[in-house]
């Protein structure tokens, strides 16, 4: 078993519709969770960081985290097609021999169409 | 800032042949990691610095992968021999006091025939 699971999709909605894109991972001591964009032949980017449980919007986005059922979540608002890349999850723990390391999920692709 | 810098952007070579990758960091940032991004595994970390320090590379393959950082501005990723199997792209990424806010590079295309 895999320490981070996501379903690889593809995903495809309309545009305006609302996005969910999932992770689930087996390791309790992750503590930072972050979801990663990545386009087409580009490197991955930083979209949003969460620490801990909780909810975190920024704009059309919101990350939740749900350590409890070691379940992440993105939400996207209002999806546009400029939204369509892969969606990677990806968590650390806090420290130790492992600072520094992030697992990453496998990544979703996601279009979205006008 | 320029962000990450790789290079090359694309490298083809044929089994046996040595294949050197390089990385600029961002300007201040004092870790670097180095990924591996296939259809089948998806993005692996291979070995990460801190201040010029191999701290783990336990991502890395086999003794054919090898990494240096000789500086806070430079580090190489080298695959000798190399075989088809390496073929995948390269993510060098740098980050500032830890790993959570990392920035990727464009990444280099290696295919090995």
């Known amino acids: 078993q895999k320490e981070v699971e996501q379903d690889p999709g593809p995903l495809s909605v309309p545009e305006g519709a609302i996005v969910s894109l999932n992770c689930t991972y087996s390791?309790?001591?992750?503590?930072?969770f972050m979801w990663y964009r990545q386009y087409s032949r580009k490197g991955p980017e930083l979209l949003m960081y969460?620490?801990?449980?909780g909810n975190k919007e920024d704009g059309r986005f919101t990350a939740q985290v749900d350590k409890s059922s070691k379940y992440i979540s993105l939400f996207i608002r209002d999806s546009q097609p400029s939204d369509s890349a892969t969606y990677l999850c990806?968590?650390?723990?806090?420290?130790?021999?492992?600072?520094?390391?992030?697992?990453f999920g496998q990544g979703t692709i996601l279009t979205v169409h006008p | 800032d320029a962000g990450v810098i790789q290079s090359p952007r694309h490298e083809v070579t044929e089994m046996g042949q040595e294949v050197t990758l390089r990385c600029k960091p961002i300007?201040?940032?004092?870790?670097l990691f180095w990924y591996r991004q296939t259809m089948m595994r998806g993005l692996e970390l291979l070995i990460y610095?801190?201040?010029?320090?191999?701290?783990?590379d336990s991502g890395m393959p086999e003794d054919r992968f090898s990494a240096k950082m000789p500086n806070a501005s430079f580090s190489t990723l080298k695959i000798q021999p190399s075989e088809p199997r390496d073929s995948a792209v390269y993510f060098c990424?740098?980050?500032?006091?830890?790993?959570?806010?990392?920035?990727f590079g464009p990444g280099t295309r290696l295919l090995v025939l």
């Open positions: 390791n309790s001591a992750f503590q930072y």
């Open positions: 610095f801190n201040n010029n320090v191999p701290i783990d």
């Open positions: 990806a968590m650390s723990d806090e420290g130790g021999t492992s600072y520094g390391k992030l697992t």
């Open positions: 969460t620490y801990s449980s």
């Open positions: 300007s201040g940032h004092d870790y």
């Open positions: 990424a740098s980050s500032l006091q830890g790993a959570e806010t990392q920035y």
